[in-house]
Structures are given as C-alpha cells and as structure tokens.
C-alpha cells in the first residue's frame, strides 16, 4: 500500500507540475516563476476538495445567520461542521470551468469566498495578479480545468501524502529560483539533523499515554521545520498531540507555510504574519520546542528603536545584550531562548559562524549570559554547502533549559562538517546533503556524550579569557651626549652647572640616576627638583639589553617604548602561572596589568577541533627536489643540443 500511495503521489505531483507547466505557463510567464502560480492553484484545489462534502450544507447555515460578524460565523462553523475555514461562494473550479466567460472575476469571487481566517493566503499569494496575468494571456480557463481535474481530497489523498506532494512541488518550484529560494526554504536534511538531535534527549518522555507537545518557528518561512519536527514526533508516538505555532514576515513565504499545514490539517491561525523582532505575536507563550534558521547577517535598523526599546526591561528577551545592527542573528538566538517552557524546553537555532566568536560588546555579553544561564547543550557544525542561499559555513546551536544531570555545566561540541554526500544535482548554492547514516552518526556521538573524533565535551569557562595588556620592562643605561643636554636646554632650571652634573652621570646605573643627581646637584650648589629628576633620566635614558631592569624614581617598572601584546589567558588559568608558562620565557622582562584587563568570550570551534598535518620527511622533500632538478636538467641538455 505504501508504493501503490508513493506512486499517486508521484503521478499528481508530476500532473501538478509538468502538465501545469508545459502546456500553460510556457512563454507565458518566466520559468523561474512556475512555482508563483502552480503553488497556488494547488492550495485551492485541495481546499475545494477539503470542503466539498459540506459545502452546500455549510452555505446554508451561514445565510441563515444573517449580519453576524465574521468571527462569530466562524465559530458556529467550527462548532457546528468541525471545520477551521471554509468558503461560501456557490463557484468551485469545475463550475467556472465549464462557462468559457468572465473568468477571472468568478474565480477572484470563489477565492474571495474564503472564511476571513485564511483570506490573507490569497493576499499573500497576489492572487489577483496572477488571475490577471494568465486571463490576458487566455491561459487562465485552461489552468482552471486542468486543476479541476485532480483529485485532491482526503480520501484520495492523506494528509501525509498531500504534504509530500505539496513539498515535491515546492521543491520542483524552488528548484526553478535557485538561490533565491535560501531566503525561506531550509533543506529537510538540515531539518532532519537539527529534529533528532532535539528529540534525542526526550526518548523517554514522548513515550507513553497523553503526550503533549507544543513546536515553534519564529522565522517560520514555508513551514517546513513545524512539519518535519511534526511528522518526527508522531514517528516517535503515534499517539502524541503535538500543536504548531509559527510567525513569518515574508507574504510570499507566509502564504506557503500557511497553507501546507492547512492542506495537512492544521489550523488556519498555525502561523501568524509579522516581523518577530517588532513585535512577538506568540509573546503569551512558550514552547516545548523551537526551531529557527533566522537570517545570516540580516540587517535591523529597521526593528532598532522598538528592540532598543524592548532592551531596557529587565530579563527581557533582548536585555542580555544588543549586536551590531547589521547582523540580527544573536537577537533570534536570545528570542528562541525566551520561548522555552519553564518546566523544560529545547531549541535548535541555525547560524553563520559570527555569532560564536564576534567580539563586540553585544554578542560578548549574549554569549556571557547563555554561559551563565547554561544554556547552550551542543553546537554542531553542519558542512559547506548545505543551504539553498549560502555555502558558507554554518551552525546548529541546541539550546536546553533543563538539561540532564550529567550534561548540566557542560557543552558539548558536534563537527559534522565531513559528514556529507554529493548531491545528483545540485540546486542554487547547496551541493551537499546530509544522508540518513551521516545523520545518525551526529546522534549517536550527541547521546554517547564523550570526546571522539567528531565531539569535544568542555564546559562555559573554556570558552571565557582575559585580554591582559603586556609589557616588556626596558633596560638602560645613562649617557651624556650633545643630545641629552639639547632635550634639557629649554628648562628654566637648567645651566651649566646641570651640565657639568651630567657628564660626571656618564656610564652610571640608570637606576641609581635619582641620588646621584641629587648629590652632583648638591655638589655643584644647584637644585634638584622632582621635574628636573625626571627629565634628565629621560634625557640620558639609552637602551641596553646588558643594563639592569629599570625602574623609575618611585621603583615602578619602565616599560620599552614600542613594545606592546595583549595576551589571551583562559579564564580557567591562574594569570601568574599562565604568564610564567607562556609568555616570560619567550619575552624576558614582559610585566603586565591585571587592572586593564578585559574579560571575553568566544567559541573556536575549528581550532578545537584542528589537528595538524604532519610534515613531509626531509628525506622525501629531498628526493622530490633531486628528481625534478634531474628533470630539468635533461630538458636543458636536450633544449641545448635542439
């Protein structure tokens, strides 16, 4: 029975999309544009379908409710029929099919029919225009029939089923835009991944009677994280009650998400439309999952005063810490974070590498409060190439507000990078995928919980330093010259007798320069205040690296001019001892101070996870190198006797 249902849903699909395609939107619209008029028409169909059996039925009863208000028909509706939307025009596709006039105004009028609910799908879709571009071009009666003719309903077609053929054709669609799909469709690999993974630590709770789970995407895109983390969870109990929420500022992304979870059977308020950052149209809830791919480097001036605004409320979802308005990354890793139950919740949140080790004040302290609150359970590297819009590197940041006991104060970090297959074919940037064995294989190494070749355990100080300033104490000599007594002249203290001071200073211990100015002053029956002191310790300052360390006249270390480092010392290391170890035995002489230090943090993944190569023998470097000279020497020889 499965094959004989993959087979349909292959055959409609195919109906769907090629049939749709090739006989009535070639060299009518741009090829990159199918999907803008197939996806809609595919919603309708199955929504007609949906409603048929109640209808006429359903008609009825709303006229008799006379001037009620729309919300209020709606639950009547839902009270009396079961249904979450429905459609009140006396058209459906096979009747505007069969009266060649006035098409497009009966079928915006059916569409218009819609209960209010799912009335912005359409919006969404620019319905309207596209009715208008295909009635100009006398393809729209063509394309009403032949979508007229597939059978769509529930019967025929299971939920499940409608979904595959719903993501085949959106595939097939995206697959037309290339890249420029990224901007709302993740790869149901990266889903799959980043779904196990959230799943993995709750095996034993989602068994049993009476589950209750409730999923969140705030950048839910065209829905298909709630639907794969929906599917996942029934895989693991048939029986649990799993509810979806998501919101989407995008129309064109919204009306995608909306409808393939109406056409799957969810309800018409799932998703709702708005720009998360602006406003959390969810703000009253919290969830037992949330997944997100927000924007790589979205920009947000745009959301800047309302989230500054948001910002300045304590324990708000934005008051850790504000990034730069160029890349809002961070600002959905903090939300995703707030959206967690309190009596336990887990997100699984997809970003660029930035948000690991940007060194701003912003992320430093989001990053700082997620140590703090021990937020973080794993970040697992996925490979290059694996999204629709990028091939950049990216990341899964698993989020955990009760985590198990023995993960508690730890971090675990996930490289599966090298986990990947070539694709057939590839499709805008994405030219890999991750197969269900390399899927397993980052499972596996999560519950196994342990170093291994693609798993490092560490806990939040790892990833926490100080920059301490670094400075390398100079050495030096005293020296009279021409200079020295240059540098002074200007003084109103000075006069020939400060010279004569100053050549018996020649050669002295520059550290001693303090009381020997004081008694050759003395001696020559001139003063010597504190100012004079200073500057001629400055004047006849020489480095020399067989010198003393030099200390000024109140015995604080003169530092080298021009000699400067910041060191990073892990948080986790004693300073002195760090400083003993790493830095005092390639720079004798460096001091430092603890007082300018800045505290940071940063997660460098590859460097944790770098092993390096292991050098070329010299014997085969010499081999190699005698060859190709022996080489070359044979192609002069033969060059010279040509």
């Known amino acids: 029975m499965a094959n004989e249902a993959s087979r349909a849903a292959a055959s409609t699909t195919a109906r769907i999309v090629w049939d749709t395609a090739d006989k009535y939107l070639r060299n009518v619209v741009e090829p990159q544009e199918y999907g803008d008029y197939i996806l809609p028409f595919t919603v309708l169909r199955r929504l007609e379908c949906l409603l048929e059996d109640t209808k006429d039925d359903v008609i009825e009863f709303v006229k008799a409710q006379g001037d009620m208000p729309s919300y209020l028909i709606d639950i009547a509706v839902s009270n009396r029929f079961g249904l979450s939307f429905f459609n009140t025009s006396p058209f459906n596709l096979a009747r505007i099919a069969s009266v060649d006039d006035n098409v497009d105004r009966a079928l915006l009028s059916y569409v218009n029919g819609f209960s209010h609910n799912i009335a912005d799908i359409w919006t969404a879709f620019e319905f309207p225009k596209l009715v208008a571009k295909l009635s100009a071009a006398n393809r729209l009666l063509e394309v009403v029939k032949h979508f007229s003719t597939l059978s769509l309903g529930s019967t025929s077609v299971e939920d499940s089923t409608m979904g595959d053929i719903f993501e085949d054709v959106m595939y097939r669609a995206f697959d037309k835009k290339g890249k420029a799909a990224g901007a709302f469709y993740t790869p149901r690999d990266a889903i799959k991944l980043m779904v196990d993974v959230l799943f993995a630590a709750d095996a034993e709770s989602l068994a049993g009677e009476d589950v209750l789970r409730s999923i969140y995407d705030p950048t839910a895109g065209s829905g298909g994280m709630l639907l794969v983390a929906q599917e996942a969870l029934r895989e693991l109990n048939p029986g649990v009650k799993v509810t979806v929420y998501g919101q989407e500022m995008m129309d064109s992304a919204y009306a995608l998400g909306k409808a393939d979870l109406l056409i799957q059977g969810g309800r018409p308020d799932a998703i709702l439309k708005g720009d998360t950052l602006l406003e959390d149209l969810h703000a009253d809830k919290t969830f037992d999952y949330v997944l997100s791919n927000p924007p790589f480097g979205g920009d947000w001036e745009v959301e800047q005063a309302s989230v500054k605004e948001q910002a300045q409320v304590p324990g708000s979802r934005f008051s850790h810490g504000l990034p730069s308005k160029s890349d809002g990354q961070m600002l959905f890793l903090c939300h995703c974070a707030s959206k967690l139950s309190p009596s336990g919740g887990r997100a699984a949140v997809v970003s660029n590498a930035s948000p690991l080790f940007n060194s701003d004040t912003g992320p430093n302290s989001i990053r700082q409060w997620l140590f703090d609150e021990d937020l973080i359970d794993a970040i697992i590297a996925l490979p290059t190439q694996m999204f629709y819009g990028t091939g950049i590197a990216t990341y899964v940041w698993i989020l955990d507000n009760d985590k198990p006991l023995k993960r508690r104060g730890k971090i675990q970090l996930l490289d599966a990078s090298g986990l990947w297959e070539p694709m057939r074919k590839g499709m805008g940037d994405k030219r890999r995928e991750m197969s269900e064995a390399n899927r397993e294989a980052v499972v596996h190494a999560y519950q196994r ?117 910041v060191e990073r010392v892990p948080a986790s290391q004693d300073l002195d001892e760090h400083m003993a170890a790493e830095v005092l035995p390639f720079a004798p002489g460096a001091t430092w101070d603890e007082s300018k230090a800045k505290d940071g943090n940063e997660i460098p993944f590859t460097r944790i996870f770098y092993v390096p190569e292991e050098p070329r023998p010299l014997a085969d470097i010499d081999a190699d190198v005698q060859r190709i000279m022996g080489e070359l020497a044979q192609i002069f020889q033969e060059v010279s006797r040509g």
């Open 449 to 565: 919980f342990e170093d291994s070749e693609i798993s490092r355990i560490l806990t939040p100080q790892d990833f926490m330093f100080r920059d301490v300033p670094v400075f390398k104490q100079a050495r030096l000599a005293a020296r009279f010259s021409d200079e020295a007594v240059d540098a002074l002249r200007s003084r109103r203290d000075f006069s020939e007798a400060l010279v004569r001071v100053l050549r018996g200073l020649d050669g002295a211990e520059w550290n001693e320069l303090p009381e020997l100015i004081r008694a050759g002053a003395k001696a020559e029956g001139i003063k010597a205040p504190v100012g004079l002191i200073d500057a001629v310790m400055k004047a006849m300052a020489v480095p020399d690296e067989n010198a003393p360390l030099a200390v000024d006249r109140k015995g604080a270390p003169v530092l080298a001019d021009g000699w400067k480092i």
